[in-house]
């Protein structure tokens, strides 16, 4: 719960604040920590699905690095987490995958060629 309360709080104040750089500071602060709980994601599939599509927002900001770490975070998180994405949840009507593929691109537009 402890986890679920931090990244919640960090979501809203990410929303809520004015400025390229502050954004762009709790950004890095979400995805540092969702990195590093893989196991946690594992076991929330509800808080998964919800932090990867705030990943997926995160491919649009643009303060310099975000991109790049909200896709190093997505890689990362797609090789612990990767079978959720197949699955079948519960009140779903198809896996995750599904909707991942159908918003890449929509997702990658502002994302530069490295």
Same mark, same amino acid.
């Given at each position: 719960?402890?986890l679920?309360n931090?990244i919640?709080?960090?979501?809203?104040?990410?929303?809520?604040k004015?400025?390229?750089?502050?954004k762009?500071? !709790?950004? #890095?602060?979400i995805?540092y920590?969702v990195?590093?709980?893989?196991?946690f =994601?594992? *076991? &929330?599939w @509800?808080?998964l699905?919800?932090?990867v599509n705030?990943?997926?927002?995160?491919?649009?900001?643009?303060?310099?690095?975000?991109?790049?770490?909200s !896709?190093? #975070?997505f890689?990362?998180?797609s090789?612990?987490?990767?079978?959720?994405f =197949?699955? *079948? &949840?519960p @009140?779903?009507?198809?896996?995750f995958?599904?909707?991942i593929i159908?918003k890449?691109?929509?997702?990658?537009?502002?994302?530069?060629k490295?």
């Open positions: 719960m402890f679920i931090i919640k709080d960090l979501l809203s104040l990410c929303d809520g004015r400025g390229k750089e502050n762009a500071v !709790v950004a #890095t602060n995805m920590v990195m590093k709980y893989p196991r =994601l594992n *076991n &929330h @509800n808080f699905k919800t932090v705030k990943l997926f927002e995160f491919m649009h900001e643009p303060f310099e690095g975000i991109k790049d770490m !896709v190093d #975070t890689l990362s998180i090789k612990s987490c990767g079978e959720l =197949l699955s *079948n &949840h @009140n779903e009507t198809a896996a995958v599904y909707e159908e890449i691109p929509q997702s990658t537009c502002d994302l530069e490295h």
